[in-house]
């Protein structure tokens, strides 16, 4: 990058002074991802520098190249000229090449002594300057290898170049000239292995063939490596963060490197080198420290061999909720073997998790994982360490999320400490080792190679899901998929789509049949064959149902029979149907149609035949708002019945790994399979409208709103999967073969909660089958002590109702009838909510007239001056701000003018005075800010204070309840009321949220016995918490409050019903 920024000021002011184009060659594909530490030249300084070239057309090109790069060597910090040579005086042999390629020759060279191979870097392409050319060579060379990179291998320019310098008049002897050519990378093994072959002898081949899969590592051990994967999408992201606190804050130097694959539904990886030194590695990572899965099925796929770039005893780091047993289940056999041989220590954090709990999207969970690269790189690296970062991680952190709430919560889970106890460790078998020992995907290298750069299209949310799925079955597939799409419409249609294409694919599988035996007739009869080409259709015969075998025999096969087709009828039959030779991956994709009528659908026919054919059902109905449609049954559940099948339940924007997962082991299971895939429909034409979840379908509710927007098909995706609406599962016969459960729960709520389901009943099993014999004289005395022990409850229980009905008498003595109660309450976390209503239940005990508890949002500021008594209770939130459930009234009273003199209120603020830093002036000041602002407008507005205002600290040591302990009993003193003590009797206990939702079943209950009660025209608390949870509300008629009050009788009340179908 540097070199880079360096050679475009060189080339802009060369062409500015002579009106001449200057070519300089840089490595786009690697640079144009790359962030490395630079020193740039202002642009001041480069204005200064325009000026003072001047303008000349008529000067020589390459004297201005030479003298500009010699005038700026006191602005940069290396000497360039247009040829650079590097190596010894006495050199047999030199490399000549350009840009990246280049900077790896150097490196190796550096760390390969005692080499008479030397290196010239050019660095201007055009002009290329013959004279300057051959003075940088050594008189002692024999022999040049021009090193070109090019995507097309037919283009040598450089090559060219030096051929026609040395046959120019300049030069009499030419040395013997060989060519290697790159159309990718170059790797340090690769540039090693062409050292070695300028090394060995004389005898060179003209064009010397690089081997980038070759293993060497020529960078200094003080470099550190880290990479990082995820998928490519809207969330997807790169080391920008580490970058900016190890460069520039703490002084290192940094190299971050980006690319995409190619695809709507690829993958980013990003790549990590960090060191006090210079770094000059311009060449994939290939043994990194530690890597990164932000989205484990990049584990997962064929193509991307993620643990080739992983070091022997590396670290590798998770995305993921995952046990020992979640490993064994989704990763394929080649990946736990690669774990196992490199003996890599693996660690799984539920990032993801982590940044929902915060409140905020998942791509925070961006911050998390890059806070564990910190955390792990600081325990085995001495040039820096996590205390080091930690504090400009929290800078940048506080910086990024305006949402203080969810920065503090973030920051908390950013601490050593948190993130020791959040990176799980799995310790596996070391049995992994022996599992099967070849590792899929590409090399490093090929990997590596440069891909299409384009800006990253919106990942998966926002595309069609039918179309992600299809994405997803050819990133899985490649070559070997092969897709019949009914896209149909209606059952009819379906019907007889499916069964057409069915027998399509009969006749495939008669064909490829009828390949096989001809082939195995060929070879024992057929002799005038290709050696080679028997040999590999041996090895395909012998084996031509492996997917393996295939990917590696096919390709060489078809090469081979396009040149000896003509020799006999048997290779031309072969020939004309190669396309069978692949053990392709069969798919027939349909809508949930099929669901209507499974026997005459043409699924029942297809489970019936045990053919090794696989069917993915699209199931486009949004479930978070819709029932299942009559007649729909359940694909999932008859395919399973006939015990033959592999069924999948799977869904792409809720889980890409389980997706994924399953559909591999569906082209693996040797039968037909079914896969149930989510692909919800939201229709953007119609504005986003409000879910309600009622609480008996999931157990889950208290992660929800009362009601959630459904915006897009991911939201709704996940929404379902997390209510069990949708659930993933995979159901694989196959594993009852190895005596292995055949159903696997991938949903992982669902999954905890029949974990624990099951853990009661089987605990009440061994209950119950335990047989406990007890001798005759045991049995009678437990009987008599059963009944003594009744006898007594029945006497506690008649002792409590007296003192209950003795108390309400006594209550009912105390009346406080004209204080007319209003407490009003800004709550996040629901602390402040439950002072409010701890407040509200004892005046209402307490007889203080009518009493009103609401959030402060919902009372009209204009009616302030018609009450009397008001207790505020305020929570504080971010910067001193208010929580949102109170925003609107305080912004309301801060504006107002109207005057309270006949108001009397009560405020009691909570907050945490360390927030900001104990004892600092951004502590004073935003320490329960809500509170004290409201307490000083409203006496500014006239009313009168029942106390001063109270302030909850959390870092009391009784925490806020200590203080509102102190400040709750001067504000009844004050009011002259006689509060009644402890929990509250007589039908008026002390409203607490937990007992409230342990007494209704998790607001699943009923208030049919509030509704007897005849004695009042309004709910009880307790009650009104039920109802405003499936959204009843509450509220007094204002029209007739006045007269209603005038007269004293109790308010009318009236409710409000929030819902979509009625």
């Known amino acids: 990058v540097q070199e880079a920024h360096d050679m475009a000021i060189v080339a802009h002011l060369v062409a500015s002074k002579t009106g001449k184009p200057i070519i300089h060659s840089i490595d786009g594909g690697r640079i144009a991802g790359q962030i490395s530490r630079t020193k740039l030249l202002g642009y001041n300084t480069l204005a200064k520098l325009e000026e003072e070239a001047g303008i000349s057309h008529e000067a020589n090109t390459v004297e201005v190249v030479q003298d500009t790069m010699e005038s700026l060597a006191d602005y940069f910090s290396h000497k360039y000229s247009p ?140 470099i550190s490596k880290v990479v990082m994967w995820s998928m490519r999408n809207s969330t997807s992201f790169d080391f920008h963060v580490c970058a900016q606190i190890l460069g520039p804050k703490l002084s290192l130097h940094v190299q971050q490197f980006d690319q995409f694959d190619s695809g709507n539904m690829s993958y980013l ?29 990049c584990l997962m796929l064929p193509q991307y061999n993620v643990l080739g770039q992983i070091a022997d005893e590396g670290t590798l780091v998770v995305n993921e909720s995952w046990n020992l047993r979640d490993m064994e289940n989704v990763l394929g056999d080649k990946v736990k073997h690669s774990i196992a041989s490199k003996k890599v220590k693996v660690y799984v954090i539920d990032a993801s998790k982590i940044a929902a709990q915060a409140g905020v999207s998942a791509a925070a969970s961006s911050w998390i994982l890059q806070a564990c690269v910190l955390f792990l790189s600081g325990k085995s690296n001495s040039s820096m360490s996590y205390p080091q970062a930690l504090p400009h991680l929290q800078r940048l952190l ?144 012998h084996a031509h149902d492996s997917v393996s075998v295939c990917n590696a025999t ?51 026919h297809i489970l019936a035949s045990r053919d090794n054919v696989n069917v993915l059902v699209l199931d486009t109905q949004q479930y978070s708002k819709d029932s299942i449609k009559p007649g729909k049954k359940d694909i999932g559940l008859y395919a399973m019945s006939y015990g033959s099948a592999y069924v999948a339940s799977i869904s792409l924007l809720a889980s890409h790994s389980q997706a994924l997962r399953a559909l591999s082991e569906a082209d693996s299971f040797n039968g037909p399979s079914i896969v149930i895939a989510h692909a919800p429909k939201v229709d953007s034409t119609e504005p986003a409208s409000p879910v309600a979840f009622r609480p008996n379908e999931t157990s889950i509710i208290s992660d929800f709103d009362d009601e959630v927007i459904i915006k897009t098909p991911a939201e709704e995706a996940n929404l379902c999967v997390e209510l069990g609406r949708w659930p993933l599962y995979r159901w694989n016969p196959a594993l009852e073969e190895a005596c292995k459960d055949p159903f696997v729960l991938d949903s992982s709520k669902l999954k905890q909660e029949v974990e624990e389901f099951l853990k009661r009943e089987q605990q009440l099993t061994l209950l119950a089958n335990k047989e406990m014999k007890l001798p005759e004289e045991l049995h009678q005395s437990l009987e008599s002590s ?68 609401m959030e402060a949002n919902e009372f009209n500021l204009d009616e ?56 600092t002036a951004d502590s004073a000041k935003y320490f329960c800010k809500p509170a004290k602002d409201a307490h000083a407008k409203l006496i500014e507005l006239g009313a009168t204070a029942i106390v001063d205002v109270g302030l909850g600290d959390d870092q009391n040591d009784d925490g806020y309840e200590g203080t509102f302990s102190e400040w709750e009993p001067e504000v009844w003193k004050n009011l002259d009321v006689t509060p009644v003590q402890g929990k509250i009797a007589g039908g008026a206990p002390e409203i607490i949220d937990d007992e409230i939702k342990g007494g209704s079943n998790f607001l699943r209950g009923m208030i049919d016995e509030g509704l007897r009660d005849l004695s009042t025209g309004k709910l009880l608390p307790e009650d009104t918490k039920l109802t405003k949870f499936h959204g ?31």
């Open 864 to 919: 302030l001056s018609e009450e009397k008594h008001v207790f505020l209770i305020l929570s504080t939130a971010g910067q001193g701000e208010d929580c949102a459930n109170a925003k609107h009234f305080t912004e309301n009273l801060h504006g107002s003018k109207s005057k309270l003199p006949g108001l009397k209120f009560a405020v009691f603020g909570l907050g945490d005075s360390h927030y900001w830093g104990e004892g």
């Open 786 to 853: 059963l009944a003594a022990q009744h006898k007594a409850l029945e006497e506690q229980a008649r002792q409590r109702k007296l003192l209950a009905e003795q108390f309400d008498s006594l209550a009912n003595g105390v009346s406080n009838p004209d204080l007319n109660l209003l407490v009003l309450y800004g709550s996040d976390g629901g602390n402040a909510a439950g002072l409010a209503e701890l407040i509200a239940k004892k005046a209402e005990a307490s007889k203080c007239g009518e009493v009103r508890v």
């Open 269 to 297: 990886r990003s790549e990590l080198r960090f060191a006090p030194i210079a770094i000059t590695s311009e060449y994939p990572v290939s043994d990194a420290e530690c890597v990164i899965c932000d989205n484990a099925s």
């Open 398 to 541: 506080r910086k990024e999320f305006r949402n203080q709430q969810a920065a503090k919560l973030l920051l908390s889970q950013i601490s050593a400490t948190s993130l020791e106890s959040n990176l799980k460790v799995i310790n596996y078998p070391e049995s992994w080792s022996t599992l099967s020992s070849v590792v899929g995907g590409e090399s490093v290298s090929a990997l590596m190679q440069p891909l299409a750069l384009e800006k990253a299209p919106e990942g998966p949310e926002n595309t069609s899901s039918r179309n992600s799925y299809n994405e997803l079955l050819e990133q899985v597939f490649s070559e070997r998929l092969v897709v019949s799409d009914t896209n149909t419409s209606g059952p009819s249609a379906a019907s007889s789509s499916l069964e057409g294409y069915y027998g399509e694919f009969l006749a495939k599988v008669q064909t490829r049949k009828r390949v096989v035996s001809h082939i195995g007739h060929m070879l024992k009869t057929s002799s005038d064959v290709n050696t080679e080409l028997i040999k590999l259709l041996k090895q395909w015969y």
């Open 83 to 222: 040829f650079e040579y590097f190596g010894p005086a006495d050199a047999d042999s030199v490399i000549v090449t350009t840009g990246v390629v280049s900077a790896v020759f150097q490196e190796v060279l550096s760390g390969h002594k005692n080499s008479k191979v030397g290196l010239i870097k050019v660095r201007v392409i055009r002009p290329f300057c013959i004279k300057k050319f051959l003075e940088s060579l050594p008189t002692s060379v024999r022999r040049v290898c021009v090193v070109d990179q090019s995507l097309d291998s037919s283009k040598k320019l450089l090559f060219q170049d030096v051929v026609a310098a040395f046959h120019s008049d300049a030069q009499v002897s030419a040395p013997a000239l060989v060519q290697a050519n790159l159309s990718g990378h170059l790797t340090p093994g690769g540039a090693l292995g062409i050292v070695k072959t300028l090394e060995s002898s004389s005898n060179v081949k003209a064009n010397i063939v690089v081997d980038n899969d070759a293993v060497y590592d020529s960078a200094s051990e003080l």
């Open 554 to 604: 096919v390709p060489r096969i078809k090469s081979l029979l396009k040149l000896e087709k003509g020799k006999n009828a048997d290779l031309g039959y072969v020939f004309e149907h190669q396309e069978f030779l692949q053990k392709n991956s069969h798919w027939i994709v349909g809508s949930d149609n099929w669901a209507y009528d499974l026997s005459s659908s043409g699924i029942h």
């Open 1032 to 1062: 009843i509300y509450q509220q007094d008629l204002r029209s007739v409050r006045e007269e209603l009050d005038a007269a004293g009788l109790e308010r009318a009340y009236s409710f409000m019903i929030r819902g979509s179908n009625f």
